[in-house]
T-cell receptor
Framework: DADVTQTPRNRITKTGKRIMLECSQTKGHDRMYWYRQDPGLGLRLIYYSFDVKDINKGEISDGYSVSRQAQAKFSLSLESAIPNQTALYFC???????????????FGPGTRLLVL | QQPVQSPQAVILREGEDAVINCSSSKALYSVHWYRQKHGEAPVFLMILLKGGEQKGHEKISASFNEKKQQSSLYLTASQLSYSGTYFCGTESDTGRRALTFGSGTRLQVQP
């Protein structure tokens, strides 16, 4: 079984709809992240959570919200989807207990979202 | 602020070498390198910490020049399996929080 899972893997929605992307991990990591990937722009950070009570905005948080329901679960919501939120979304996890500079990020398989 | 990667794309023949650079305008604590194959998730390659260290991983190695705030990824004797997009992620030395990724370097190795 995959350590970091994302559901759904593909989603088509209409402008104005609210949708939720979910991420679960079995790695026991304390930190979780949401990124979006657009062609030519690399990975851009939307939100990140260093533990259940520590949630932070990333560089492109407008139009998104998150919920860290448990250490293993981190959900991303688009309150009112718009076409320019069409992208590939990745969840990632890392473990802070290994010390400075040891935080490898492990990525989920991605969710491909199309907003019509 | 996003680190700048260069080149944006490179095409190699099997066995050739390549260098991918990652530069930041900020003082860095660490640089992370990831590779993403088409249609897949990014996969970790290595982390370098400030202090100007070098690391190696099979035929892929990297260096971090703290004075220049620049990291370079070296791919030697390239193989077809090296094809993909390479991303650097940087962690600022002040208020260290999350990584900021560059826009990527697309590497294609041809037979």
């Amino acid at each position: 079984d995959a350590d970091v899972t994302q559901t759904p893997r593909n989603r088509i929605t209409k402008t104005g709809k609210r949708i939720m992307l979910e991420c679960s991990q079995t790695k026991g990591h304390d930190r979780m992240y949401w990124y979006r990937q657009d062609p030519g722009l690399g990975l851009r950070l939307i939100y990140y959570s260093f533990d259940v009570k520590d949630i932070n905005k990333g560089e492109i948080s407008d139009g998104y919200s998150v919920s860290r329901q448990a250490q293993a679960k981190f959900s991303l919501s688009l309150e009112s989807a718009i076409p320019n939120q069409t992208a590939l979304y990745f969840c990632a996890t890392s473990d802070s207990t290994g010390g400075p500079g040891q935080e490898t990020q492990y990525f989920g398989p991605g969710t491909r979202l199309l907003v019509l | 602020q996003q680190p700048v990667q260069s080149p944006q794309a490179v095409i190699l023949r099997e066995g050739e070498d390549a260098v991918i650079n990652c530069s930041s305008s900020k003082a860095l604590y660490s640089v992370h390198w990831y590779r993403q194959k088409h249609g897949e998730a990014p996969v970790f390659l290595m982390i370098l910490l400030k202090g100007g260290e070098q690391k190696g991983h099979e035929k892929i190695s990297a260096s971090f020049n703290e004075k220049k705030q620049q990291s370079s990824l070296y791919l030697t004797a390239s193989q077809l399996s090296y094809s993909g997009t390479y991303f650097c992620g940087t962690e600022s030395d002040t208020g260290r929080r999350a990584l900021t990724f560059g826009s990527g370097t697309r590497l294609q190795v041809q037979p």
